[in-house]
């Protein structure tokens, strides 16, 4: 059991569960109850025990078993918790059920985050996102949860999803959250426009855009990079809003970095969806700096997760360079960072915090410009038109025109990125 805190302390005080079948990698469900804890820290919630289950089906009607129920109901009694929060998505009615059992508040993992997100919204934009994906959220979940939809959503994990007094106003609600829903998404429709407009004035810069888990060190690595002034905090979702700053070459010419949020194991659906507009900084960028936090044992797992979300968000066939940072937390082991290196042929080892290699991507990100500004002549036969609208969607087309005997015709272009294109068409002439 982990010690609660004997010093007086505001934050609330909850438990972490997590269920699995006996299908599941049992091993890897207890450790991301790690992570859970580490999210409810960050939502200021001191957890003080955690529980597992392991069935082999979930129960319908309340997930867990009727005997761990009965079990949790009576720890959480004699230990006045407060919240008690999954690990697994649960069901509006398991959330129900739950609450009535334990007669305090329960949340799943998307209620936790979305939690935290509402309390880490900063611009206007974001407030907007999180509040939308919050009552698309609560919508099937109203049991008199909300009251006064009128007041805009609040944030804190008590004060968003804790039990209600009565349902004499669920029908009201349901119909004020869909009006709100609805007005929200006009809203964030309007600002999407006018971030495609602002957009636009940069189609001639060369862009970057940092992704990957959160608390890897994307921000760090955008401070050292810019030498711009950006929130930095050792802990998940630290930041939730998009920054762009002007990043200058090595040779004196200007691009931009964009920040863009972090993403986690099981990010909610209605948060992704609702992120779309400020992500599209993600799709718009000629490259992607995927950073890693390479001292995490679970490093590969988690580069699975953030190339799944980009793939959910529809970004595919982007060029990706592979940061792998917080090297100073390894132990020496040159053959693992060389299998690395083999492994992925864009990648550079850095410490952020450290300023460790930190020239070294400098270079990377110059030689990627340079390729930017490199122009070709590609001459293709009538016969391969089908690679045409491959050429333009992979480069900026200067000019196309048929050569003079006409068997074939010249394509000239600077390539988006160098190597898709010799991917597919061969080494080029540069």
């Given amino acids: 059991m982990l010690e609660k805190n004997k010093v007086k302390t505001e934050r609330e005080i909850g438990i972490v569960i997590s269920f699995f079948t006996k299908k599941d990698n049992r091993e890897k469900s207890l450790s991301k109850l790690d992570e859970l804890i580490s999210l409810a820290e960050t939502a200021n919630i001191e957890i003080v025990e955690r529980f597992y289950q392991e069935l082999v089906k979930p129960n319908r009607a309340t997930l867990i078993g009727k005997g761990k129920v009965a079990e949790l109901a009576e720890y959480i009694k004699e230990n006045k918790i407060d919240i008690i929060i999954f690990d ?74 804790t039990k209600g007094t009565g349902e004499t106003q669920i029908e ?41 888990y959160t608390n890897s060190g994307k921000s760090t690595l955008m401070k050292n990079l810019t030498t711009s002034d950006v929130y930095i905090k050792d802990e998940l979702f630290a930041t939730i809003d998009t920054t762009t700053r002007v990043l200058k070459m090595n040779n004196g010419q200007d691009t931009l970095l964009s920040d863009t949020v972090g993403f986690i194991q099981d990010l909610p659906t209605h948060l992704i969806a609702s992120f779309r507009s400020t992500l599209a900084e993600v799709k718009e960028a000629d490259y992607l700096l995927h950073v890693i936090d390479v001292s995490d044992s679970d490093f590969e ?31 020496s082991d040159d053959f693992f960072i060389q299998s690395l290196k083999s492994q992925y042929e864009d ?25 930017q500004n490199i122009i070709t002549k590609i001459f293709l036969k009538y016969s391969e038109m089908q ?44």
Avoid: C
């Fill in 88 to 161: 697994n998505e649960l069901s509006p009615m398991q959330q129900r059920n739950l609450v009535k059992e334990f007669n305090n508040t329960v949340l799943d993992k998307s209620g936790l985050i979305i939690d935290i997100f509402v309390k880490r919204a900063k611009s206007n934009e974001a407030k907007i996102q999180v509040q939308l994906a919050q009552l698309k959220y609560l919508y099937p979940r109203l049991t008199g949860m909300w009251t006064h939809l009128s007041k805009q959503a609040g944030g804190g994990s008590g004060g968003t999803f």
């Fill in 172 to 212: 009201t609600d349901r119909r004020l959250i869909k009006e709100k829903i609805s007005y929200l998404t006009d809203k964030l429709e309007q600002i999407s426009k006018q971030n495609t407009q602002q957009r636009k004035g940069r189609e001639n810069i060369l862009k970057f855009a940092l992704v990957g």
């Fill in 301 to 331: 797992n988690k580069i699975n997760v953030v190339n799944a979300t980009l793939k959910s968000l529809f970004v595919v066939e982007k060029s990706i360079i592979m940061v792998f940072n917080k090297i100073d937390k390894l132990e």
């Fill in 347 to 371: 990648s550079v080892f850095i410490s952020a915090s450290n300023n460790i290699n930190i020239d070294t991507i400098k270079d990377l990100l110059q030689e990627k410009f340079d390729e």
């Fill in 387 to 430: 690679l045409v609208s491959f050429i333009y969607k992979n480069s900026e087309v200067l000019e196309q025109k048929d050569n003079e005997d006409g068997s074939e015709f010249t394509i000239k272009i600077k390539p988006k990125d160098k190597s898709i294109i010799e991917s597919k068409l061969g080494k080029l002439n540069l």
